[in-house]
Each structure stands twice: as C-alpha cells, then as structure tokens.
C-alpha cells in the first residue's frame, strides 16, 4: 500500500490542516464567490462542474458570504443540497469568507441525498463517485471549533491564499453567483475538456488521500501515540476499496492484531437491539444480542466521553450465577448509533480510551462505505424491478400461470418454482404453475398441497426464508423429488386483508442458499405479482364479477373501492421499505357537453375507448380504475414523480390520438407521489385531484405535478380538489 505522508504545517497549509484534523471540507471565497482556496467534497465538485446545478450551488455560496459579511461572525446554514455549512469572515484586508463543513450531520439528510442519487434528480452522476468521499460528522462541535480556527488566522489568511486565483483553488474552479458554469467546467464534449476532466480525476485521487488522513478527525484531540496514528491512517486508506461486510472484517482483524486482544464481535443494530454479524476467540459462535434502552442516551454519552458500556450477560431465566462481562463501544454517524464493537477480553483503562477514539474516528468512512453499498444495492434493485416489469409486457393469456411463474422463478434465478392460488370457498391453495424437474408431479398432484409450508405461510401472512431445510425442524423432500440444494423461499401474496396465493422458489442456480436480498427482491414485486394474480383469477370468475363489486361493468376496468384497498396497502408497502409511488387523478375534459350533444350511450362508448387507450399505456403492475362518473384514476407502485409524468404525458397523448366516434376527446391529469407529507390514501387522493383541477384550470389537455402546484403557491397545506 502507498505510504500516506504527513501534511506540512507550513503557514501555507494550515486551513489543509484544520481540515485534516476536523475531517471537514474547506473552501475561501470572494465577493464574487470565485474560490481561492479549496479541500472539498466529492458532492461538491461534482455539483459545481454541473451545468444544471452549478448556478444553485454559487448562489448558495454567494448566499453565504453575504451573510457572515453583515453579520460580522459565523453564521450556520444549510445548503440546498442538505450539507451543513458555516461561513466565516475573515479578518483581511479584502472581504473573504471561509465555508467550513459541506458536511452531513443529520442522518435525514444523508438519507434524502442517496434517495436524490438513487431515483432523483441527482441520479446522473456517478453513485460511487458521487459519495467517494463526502464528509459524515455527525455533530456541529466539529464545525463550530475548526471555524474558531480559521477565525484565529486573521491575516495570515492572505498569506496563505498568496494572491491565488479561482484556477489555484486545488483544481476545483467554481462560476459566480448565478453564472452558468464555464465550457471547462461541463460534462467533457471536446478532446481538450477531456484532457481536464482527466487531470480534475486525478486531483480526486489526491483529495482522497487526504480525506484518509483524517484519521482523528472525529475526536479533535490527538492520541499521544503517534505510532497509533500511523496505523489508524494505513488502515483507513485499506477501507475504502473494500466492500462494508469486508471493511467489518477488517476493523475486527486489524483491533485483534494491534492490540492482541483474542474475543471481539461486530453488532448491526435491528430496531430496538444489537445483533452479531461476525465474531472472533471466545465470542465466536455464540449467539448473543444486545437489548437497547428506551433511547441511545447512555450509547452517545459513552461516546462523547470516550468510554465502554459495561455488559452483564444474562440468560433466559435472568442473571447468570457467574455472569461473564464485555465492554461494548458505540459507533454513530449523523445522530444515530447504527453499530458497535464488543471485547470479550479484559481491557486497560487507556486501551478503552483508545478502542473508543478508534470507533469514533472510524465511523464516517463506514457510513461511506454503507452508503456506497446502498446506492449499489438500490440500482441493482431497480434494474430487476424493470426487467421484470418488461418480461410482464409479454404475458400470454393463453399461458398467463406459466409465463408468470417462469418470469418470478427467473428473477430469483431459481430453477424449481411453483405459484399456488387461494380458493375462498373451498379453503384450499391450487397448483396453478410449476416449473423445474418433477414439474408434471406438482401440477397433476390430486391430494391436498402446500399443507406442510405453503399453508402455514398464507395464514401467517409472513414470508419464509429457509437457508437449510435440515436445521429448521421440517423434514426434507422425498429423496426421488431431486432437489439440489436444502433452501428455499415460501411467499404470500396478499391484497389488503385478502389472501391471493404463494410463490414457492427452490435450487438457486449458483447452487447457494437464499437470503435477505432474495427476500427484498420478492418484497419488490410482490405488489405486481399479487394484482396479476387477482385479476386472473376474477377473469376466471367472470359469473361472480358484480358480487366481488370489484370491477367496473362498463370499462372492464376496477372499480374505486378495489382501487382505494390497494392504494392503502401501496402506501404502507412504500413506507415500510422506502419504495417511491405515484398516484394519478384523470378527467375526460368537457364530458358533459358530450353527453349533451350526443347522448348517454355515446358517452360511454367513449369511456370505454378512453379505459382502451390505459390498458393499451400502462404497464402491468400499474393499477387503473374507474373512480367515478368521467373520472380514473391510476395507482403506479415503485414508480418516481419524473416517470409518472412521463407515463401521464404518454396517456395523454395516446387519447388525444385516438379516433371517437363523433369528436376528439382528451384528458387532463393531475399527479401526487407518496412523501412525508402524503402518507395516506386521502392525502394522495385530495393532491392528485388538486393537480388535476389546476390541469383543468390551465387549459385542460395537460399534466399537472402537485410538488410543482405546492411549489408555485409556496402552500404547505392541502388545497382541496375541485371539478369543472
């Protein structure tokens, strides 16, 4: 590994000090928001080489200056981008500002910006380039004490700047307050940019190198024993190529070896405890949790004072006679404990004092390495969700339970699978599909089926993951069924409180067992595959259509009281596991001048060709109704504002297209997707029909966007929905 050397205390480098030692970014600007001095952030740089994001962030810096102009001290703020800042005056001769920060400290805010570069507006760059090295803090101390430094160097700040201009500033050259980036400044279109952004890659590497450096920036008091620094840094320069699970490994190895110390568990904390995810000596093997306390009070009190907690073991039936003891030490970033290091070993006073600086320091480049992974996990998720939602567009209806078996079993890569489908009346699961060797033998199977797993699964509502069929107490599968592997995965499927079927998936074709992300991904598709299945089966049941009351008689389309249960159960599911999901309200404009003018029953020969053009659009895990009257509306799962709108503008388009009998008709739109802020279905309902009011306000024939409508009208509350 290359040997990372110790920055120059020059006076020349000591705002590269402060921010080594702080772990935070620093930049020096002008009146003009030129930077004459920078130590960024990989957000940072890539926002301001950005066309589209450039003139936003130098007009929040310009922003900033002016502020700690006039006040004359530091002030506090939060850029757009959810970084917390503060802007220092300094003491010169010419008017300089140094922001300090560009830093996370609230975990809802690192949170917002993976959301932002998974699905949002950001999701152009580069994920693991975005978050290379952004800083993660955790606290505004750091903030406020390397600004009390910066502020100490009064003139020397000239001194250091020495007379730079904004092409010294470290390879990073910044556009005025509402500029628009210089051509060199742009996505590289010419050999000679190029050539820039190559040498701009370059100076990344470097500025990595120096974020590694930081190795006590979180704790501001340096160890007295250089030789811990030394291989703190080496150390923390190793993470950063390794995967989270491996960087874990590594922090347990690298403790274990620096300071021999034989019993030691990593912990990721599960809601309310600490869980072990791997273990060394005399932990390793044994199943232990952590319990938490009602809040992380006495976790971070440990941690701002550098100290252990205490642990008793106890059993089952309470206290153990001779309890053995371990010392846990808390890791958090951005205001939230998420992992913890226990010893199983007896520790020295000051070896505990060095263990919890260690876990302190640690801390941000392991939420970097988890963010990173995040983002990775997030993309690979949604590159299956649209493969999968594109082999929907294919399904046959003469081979609908086969096609769709196979799809799902391809998606898990398994290469046994079957899909059973719940009889209400008859209380009974139905073979439907399977596919894989024995295939003939489950399908044509007379005797009850799905007794023994399937069964337990549906009624409980809870999926099954099984690693080993042979530790979990059920007995394996006849030995002439030929299953290669003893894992599985049994899945309910469920609308509202309505049991639809189960899918069951075996022998994963890498012949390992399934997991949590096999899990996630079935949790992914379970809202499509639940709505194809109902409606397969309805179809199937087309005597029974009026007394489900779950379709409409006209369109062939659902009806509101199936679309409002799902819309429900899409917000709980969207919640739960962060899923963006849109909600459409549709008018036909000016219906009722064609009622009037050519009567009832052309009116809904209309309706109908209006439900053709959604069934025509729309894709297969979206679900459109009839919510009444002239009016539908579309529920979209996993689908973000900007595709709804592009879906919603398709629809739009596709009727204004189509030939009615007697005139054109079009349609006006109005779209809400689930936040904070609208997290129930009467939430969603009241926004999609307020957009949609303002498309039929503005013009009709036109999409509407209520985070636009909210934004516009600068509202926080609910407008209520009106129609023409």
Same mark, same amino acid.
């Given at each position: 590994m290359k040997r990372i050397e110790?920055? #120059?205390?020059?006076?020349?480098?000591? +705002?590269?000090?402060?921010?080594?030692?702080? @772990?935070?970014?620093?930049?020096?600007?002008?009146?003009?928001?030129?930077?004459?001095?920078?130590?960024? #952030?990989?957000?940072?740089?890539? +926002?301001? $080489?950005? !066309?589209?994001?450039?003139?936003?962030?130098?007009?929040?810096?310009?922003? &900033?200056?002016?502020?700690?102009?006039? &006040? @004359?001290?530091?002030?506090?703020?939060?850029?757009?981008?959810?970084?917390?800042? +503060?802007?220092?005056?300094?003491?010169?001769?010419?008017? /300089?500002? *140094?922001? =300090?920060?560009?830093?996370?400290?609230? *975990?809802?805010?690192?949170?917002?910006?993976?959301?932002?570069?998974? $699905? @949002?507006?950001?999701?152009?760059?580069?994920?693991?380039?975005?978050?290379?090295?952004?800083?993660?803090?955790?606290?505004?101390?750091?903030?406020? *004490?390397?600004?009390?430094?910066?502020?100490? +160097?009064?003139?020397d700040v000239a001194k250091i700047i020495g007379g730079a201009n904004p092409s010294d500033a470290g390879g990073v050259r910044e556009p005025q307050v509402g500029s628009a980036p210089k051509a060199q400044d742009r996505a590289p279109e010419t050999a000679k940019a190029a050539e820039q952004q190559e040498k701009a890659g370059s100076e990344i590497t470097r500025r990595i190198a120096e974020f590694h450096r930081q190795s006590a920036g979180a704790a501001r008091k340096p160890l007295e024993d250089s030789e811990d620094i030394t291989a703190w840094r080496s150390l923390f320069g190793s993470l950063f190529n390794l995967s989270y699970a491996e960087a874990c490994r590594s922090i347990v190895g690298f403790l274990s070896r620096r300071y021999e110390i034989a019993s030691l568990a990593w912990l990721e904390r599960r809601d309310d405890r600490f869980v072990s995810i791997l273990a060394t000596g005399a932990l390793e093997g044994q199943a232990f949790r952590v319990n938490l306390p009602a809040n992380d009070k006495l976790l971070f009190e440990a941690l701002e004072n550098e100290r252990s907690l205490e642990l008793r073991e106890r059993g089952r039936g309470g206290e153990r006679a001779n309890p053995k003891t371990v010392a846990l030490f808390p890791v958090a970033v951005g205001g939230e404990v998420q992992s913890a290091l226990v010893v199983g070993d007896e520790l020295k006073e000051e070896l505990k004092r060095r263990i919890a600086k260690f876990c302190k320091t640690v801390a941000a480049q392991l939420e970097i390495l988890r963010l990173r992974e995040e983002v990775r996990r997030r993309n690979w998720l949604a590159e299956a969700l649209e493969k999968f939602n594109e082999s929907l567009?294919?399904?046959?209806?003469?081979?609908?339970?086969?096609?769709?078996?196979? =799809?799902?079993?391809?998606?898990?890569?398994? !290469?046994?699978?079957?899909? /059973?489908?719940? %009889? !209400?009346?008859? %209380?009974?699961?139905t073979v439907k599909a399977a596919i894989g060797a024995t295939a003939d033998r489950i399908t044509n199977k007379t005797e009850k089926i799905g007794d023994r797993v399937a069964r337990v699964v549906l009624n409980n509502g809870r999926p099954v993951v099984v690693r080993d069929i042979g530790k979990v107490g059920l007995s394996p599968a006849p030995k002439d069924w030929k299953y290669k592997t003893n894992s599985f995965i049994s899945y309910p499927f469920k609308i509202g409180s309505r049991r639809v079927g189960v899918l069951n998936v075996a022998d994963k074709a890498d012949g390992g067992p399934y997991g949590e992300s096999d899990l996630e991904l079935l949790n992914a598709i379970a809202p499509q595959v639940a709505v194809l299945i109902d409606r397969a089966t309805l179809k199937s049941r087309a005597g029974e259509y009026e007394q489900l009351s779950v379709t409409d008689g006209l369109t062939g389309l659902l009806n509101r009281r199936y679309l409002e249960e799902r819309l429900a159960e899409e917000i709980k599911r969207s919640n739960r596991y962060g899923y963006p999901m849109c909600f459409m309200m549709i008018d036909v404009d000016q219906f009722k001048s064609y009622n009037d003018a050519f009567g009832h029953t052309e009116g809904d020969k209309a309706l109908k060709l209006v439900a053709q053009c959604f069934r025509e659009t729309l894709r297969g895990a979206d679900v459109a109704a009839r919510y009444g009257g002239e009016e539908f509306s579309i529920l979209l799962p996993q689908t973000t504002t900007a595709e709804a709108e592009t879906i919603a503008e398709r629809l739009r388009a596709h009727v204004e297209a189509m030939t009615f009998p007697n005139r054109a008709i079009t349609v006006s739109i109005g779209i809400a997707s689930c936040s904070l802020e609208l997290n129930s279905a009467q939430d969603l309902i009241v926004a999609a029909d307020s957009a949609l009011y303002s498309a039929k306000r503005k013009g009709r024939n036109t999409v509407h966007v209520y985070d636009d409508l909210k934004k516009s009208s600068g509202s926080k509350n609910l407008p209520e929905g009106r129609r023409e």
């Open positions: 110790p920055i #120059n205390d020059s006076p020349e480098n000591q +705002l590269e000090i402060i921010a080594d030692e702080s @772990g935070l970014a620093v930049i020096v600007v002008d009146e003009k928001s030129s930077v004459l001095k920078a130590n960024n #952030n990989s957000i940072c740089e890539l +926002l301001y $080489a950005s !066309e589209g994001f450039a003139p936003r962030c130098a007009g929040d810096c310009g922003r &900033a200056f002016r502020m700690a102009v006039e &006040a @004359g001290k530091a002030v506090s703020y939060e850029c757009y981008a959810g970084l917390d800042c +503060l802007a220092v005056p300094l003491k010169t001769e010419k008017p /300089l500002v *140094a922001i =300090v920060g560009r830093a996370f400290t609230k *975990a809802e805010n690192y949170r917002k910006a993976t959301e932002r570069a998974i $699905a @949002g507006d950001w999701n152009k760059f580069p994920p693991t380039r975005f978050f290379e090295n952004v800083l993660i803090n955790g606290s505004v101390n750091n903030l406020e *004490a390397a600004a009390k430094r910066i502020a100490a +160097l009064g003139e567009k294919n399904l046959d209806a003469e081979d609908f339970w086969s096609h769709l078996t196979r =799809v799902s079993a391809e998606l898990m890569r398994a !290469e046994r699978s079957s899909l /059973l489908v719940f %009889d !209400e009346k008859s %209380d009974s699961l």
